[in-house]
T-cell receptor, first 115, second 109 residues
Framework: EPEVTQTPSHQVTQMGQEVILRCVPI?????FYWYRQILGQKVEFLVS????????KSEIFDDQFSVERPDGSNFTLKIRSTKLEDSAMYFC?????????????FGPGTRLTVL | QKEVEQDPGPLSVPEGAIVSLNCTYS??????FMWYRQYSRKGPELLMY??SSGNKEDGRFTAQVDKSSKYISLFIRDSQPSDSATYLC?????????WGAGTKLIIKP
């Protein structure tokens, strides 16, 4: 069964460093998302991506964040200068079409720890 | 007022019990309501979605929406230890998924 994959599973970095979180969405999906979940808190929407551009982004997704689909398979989230409060689980999701009820499939997440 | 409120639990029940999980919301524009299940160290997986008010049943799971009260529920019948997970409600607003905090459910054998 196709699934969304994410690497690495755990990333530890120093404050101020750049990190890139990688996702491989399901191959025929067209819509891509990043979410984060700070430990003990709710899942928060970061950004959605379609047709090689950002379609929606939240207030969390400031200038320190960027997304890219560098090739036909990967979807990356870059944090330019990490802060302690960026420590969280980051989930990538993809879905096949734009219908609201179309299921988003989630990856297993990358745990980011900023020291 | 938070857009979506959900009791984080934990909710602990014996195997075989009927489980009731609930969320309330404040935005009357929400029309699509989802329930996700999240196991430890895993991403959320969609269990059920409903559109507008009413009930929807899928096996042991029933999702219920009451738009007049801005209240949604997920019922699990004949609960199993494998149902132990965090259950998150989510709603679509402004083309984004708005999430509840998740309720941790523990089914005791």
């Amino acid at each position: 069964e196709p699934e969304v994959t994410q690497t690495p599973s755990h990333q530890v970095t120093q404050m101020g460093q750049e990190v890139i979180l990688r996702c491989v969405p399901i191959s025929n999906h067209l819509y891509f998302y990043w979410y984060r979940q700070i430990l003990g808190q709710k899942v928060e929407f970061l950004v959605s991506f379609y047709n090689n551009e950002i379609s929606e982004k939240s207030e969390i997704f400031d200038d320190q964040f960027s997304v890219e689909r560098p090739d036909g398979s990967n979807f990356t989230l870059k944090i330019r200068s990490t802060k302690l409060e960026d420590s969280a689980m980051y989930f990538c999701a993809s879905k096949e079409s734009g219908r609201p009820t179309n299921e988003q499939f989630f990856g297993p997440g990358t745990r980011l720890t900023v020291l | 007022q938070k857009e979506v409120e959900q009791d984080p639990g934990p909710l602990s029940v014996p195997e075989g019990a009927i489980v009731s999980l609930n969320c309330t919301y404040s935005n009357s524009a929400f029309q699509y309501f989802m329930w996700y299940r999240q196991y430890s160290r895993k991403g959320p997986e969609l269990l059920m979605y409903t559109y507008s008010s009413g009930n929807k049943e899928d096996g042991r799971f029933t999702a219920q929406v009451d738009k007049s009260s801005k209240y949604i529920s997920l019922f699990i019948r004949d609960s199993q230890p494998s149902d132990s997970a965090t259950y998150l409600c989510a709603m679509i607003g402004n083309y984004q998924l708005i999430w509840g905090a998740g309720t941790k459910l523990i089914i005791k054998p």
